[in-house]
């Protein structure tokens, strides 16, 4: 058995090798490194795959969300809801641009945030919504839609994880993650569901005004060349990063596919361990596993992490601190929360080997190795 990664990405390039090496030859070959073919041709299909009117691409996930804020208009200090168990680009962005992050609480099945909370921390103040499908599970949006559209707020969805995550309504209408709210944000880091060989990101809506303007801000608040008409940034998706991008998304089903088995093989292999619990899956939605993320009871999780190692398995906290409790947001009252069930889960997660292509062989090895010490 070859060395265990948590995100093998060296096999899934081999197996895609000459069709990747040529789209980036032709790439050098062409010459158009920024704004070539390629990035409308990805921007176009993409749109296509998540049924979403407009993909405005950008330079990564983290500018996804800076430039979907952006274009809302927002005054310093109006507040953003977040939750606080995300990771750390969901919750920066907003403070970054002088508005106040508001850190609500997740479900402690979903690790999504908690409609109910969401309601109670809405304040006059309040000026938009960034529920986070975490780990590749949808966020409850129903819940959540209802609730922004009472108090009139627009969501921004962080779908950084979750790309080809369906959402399930009571009606069986299906729709993709990040394509519900006002604004969908995704990033393109190679370890994501859709990655590509560097950095990437993109915003998805279906509003025409909305994406002229995202288009705008991430060209330097330009739509005529030197005419500047709004405070921009420079974000662009590379040309070479589009043309792999492009035949990524022709096989991001099989790899979601690839994903789900093993977490089906995953959740046979620990079906019988009591102090093990397996990801839920909510039936509102087709969870991808970015993520296969286990949580520990009463298993000394530093112990399982040494024992891992031991045995050549990487696993990984996501995230270690919430929000919450970085220095970061001291400023913004961070330590002043209690979420008791942010605090809980970050104390009991443990994050195991996922991507498209985990063998029943390792798996089985990974799931022994944890078994083993759950059982002293
Ligand atoms: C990866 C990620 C981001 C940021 O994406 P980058 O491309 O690394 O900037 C934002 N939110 C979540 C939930 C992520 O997992």
Known sequence: ????????????????????????????????????????????????????KHVIPCANGTDALQIALMSLDLQPGDEVITPSFTYVAT??????????PVFVEVDPRTFCMDPERLEAAITPRTKAIVPVHLYGHAAPMKEILEIAAKHNLPVIEDTAQAMGADYIFPDGTKAKAGTMGTIGCTSFFPSKNLGCYGDGGAMFTNDDALADKLRMIANHGQKVRYYHDLVGCNSRLDTIQAAILNIKLRNLETYNAARIAAADTYDKLFAAQGNIQTPYRAEYTRHVFHQYTLQLEGVDRDGMVNHLASKGIPSMIYYPVPAHRQKMFDAFGGSGYELPVTDWLTNRVISLPMHSELTLETQQY????????AQQ
């Open 91 to 100: 919750t920066e962005v907003v403070a970054l641009l002088r508005l106040k």
């Open 366 to 373: 990974i799931a022994n190795a944890v078994i083993e010490f």
């Open 1 to 52: 058995m070859s060395t265990i990664q948590m995100v093998d990405l060296h096999t899934q390039y081999k197996k895609i090798k000459d069709e990747v090496d040529r789209a980036v030859i032709d790439v050098l070959e062409s010459s158009a490194f920024i704004n070539g073919k390629p990035v409308a041709e990805f921007a176009q299909s993409l749109a296509q795959y998540l049924g979403v």
